[in-house]
C-alpha cells in the first residue's frame, strides 16, 4: 500500500483528508509506514460500516491509533458494542481486532443490506465489491412457496420429493 492510498476514498464521498489530523506532508515515509498497515487491515470494516476513518492524530502512536480505529468499529458489533478499547493490552489488542472486524464485517447481513468496498488495484483502477445480505437485492426475484396441488380430506399436503 502506498502513502497515498491512506488518504483515499471511502463510503459516501468523503475521503480520509475531510476528516480532522495530520496531512500526507506531516510525517515521513518512514513514520507513515505503521500508521498505514493498521488502516489497510481495517479499512474494508471502516466502509463497510460506513464509518469515516480519522487521520493519525500529532503526536499518536500507531498503537493508539489503532485502538481509536477499533472504538469506531466496536458500536457496529454485537459482542462489543460497549467495549472500551483503552482497557486492551497490547498483547491481546490482536485478537481483539480480529474479532471485532469480523464482526463489523457481517453487518450488512444482519440488517439484510448490502455495503460497498471500494479499492484500487495495482494499475489505478477503482474496483468495488459488494458485501452483505443475497436476499437485499436477489430477493424480489425469489419465487413464491408454491401450495400444493395434493388435498387430503380437504386439506393440501406437500407433495413427495422428487429426485
Known amino acids: 500500500m502506498s502513502g497515498d492510498q491512506l488518504y483515499q476514498p471511502v463510503a459516501d464521498g468523503l475521503t480520509v483528508n475531510d476528516a480532522p489530523g495530520m496531512r500526507p506532508a506531516d510525517l515521513a515515509y518512514a513514520e507513515r509506514q505503521p500508521f498505514e498497515r493498521i488502516r489497510a487491515r481495517l479499512d474494508d470494516a471502516l466502509q463497510v460500516t460506513g464509518e469515516r476513518p480519522f487521520c493519525p492524530q500529532v503526536g499518536q502512536s500507531p498503537e493508539a491509533y489503532r485502538r481509536q480505529l477499533l472504538q469506531v468499529l466496536a458500536p457496529h458489533t454485537e459482542t462489543?458494542?460497549?467495549?472500551?478499547?483503552?482497557?486492551?493490552?497490547?498483547?491481546?489488542?490482536?485478537?481483539?481486532?480480529?474479532?471485532?472486524?469480523?464482526?463489523?464485517?457481517?453487518?450488512?447481513i444482519r440488517n439484510n443490506t448490502l455495503a460497498a468496498i471500494t479499492k484500487k488495484d495495482r494499475t489505478g483502477r477503482q474496483i468495488t465489491e459488494y458485501v452483505g445480505s443475497i436476499d437485499s437485492w436477489m430477493g424480489m426475484f425469489k419465487a413464491t412457496p408454491a401450495e400444493s396441488?395434493?388435498?387430503?380430506?380437504?386439506?393440501?399436503?406437500?407433495?413427495?420429493?422428487i429426485f
Open 80 to 108: 462489543y458494542k460497549r467495549l472500551n478499547t483503552g482497557t486492551i493490552t497490547v498483547d491481546s489488542a490482536d485478537r481483539f481486532e480480529h474479532r471485532i472486524v469480523s464482526e463489523a464485517m457481517t453487518e450488512p
Open 149 to 161: 396441488a395434493i388435498f387430503v380430506n380437504g386439506k393440501p399436503k406437500a407433495a413427495p420429493a
